[in-house]
């Protein structure tokens, strides 16, 4: 019996598109933060989850999953709100921080 012979990553890699390949990325972490913001709010007992920051900056793709994935773990109880000006929320939270 012949044993078959694993390809080599780069035919593998040679195989898909790039873009596929960041789309699939994009949908797996976007899936993992909401699933995980959903677990905090829950522990914590927090209906609206707000997001911001350089991933989710002007990203409507990753807003329709985060906002996919709250209203699928929560079966609607809990609502993902996104924020437009979040450039300052280090700042504040700097600030906030100092004794």
Known sequence: ????????????????????I?????????????QIAYLNAKLHGVHRIFFCGGFVQDNPYVWSRLTYAINFWSKGEMQALFLSHDGHLGALGALLSCD
Do not use: C, H, K, W
Request: charged share 25%; no cysteine.
């Open 1 to 20: 019996r012949r044993r078959r012979q694993r390809p080599r990553e780069a035919d593998l890699a040679s195989q898909y598109n790039p873009l596929d």
């Open 22 to 34: 960041v789309t699939s990325l994009m949908f797996m972490i976007s899936n993992n933060i909401g």
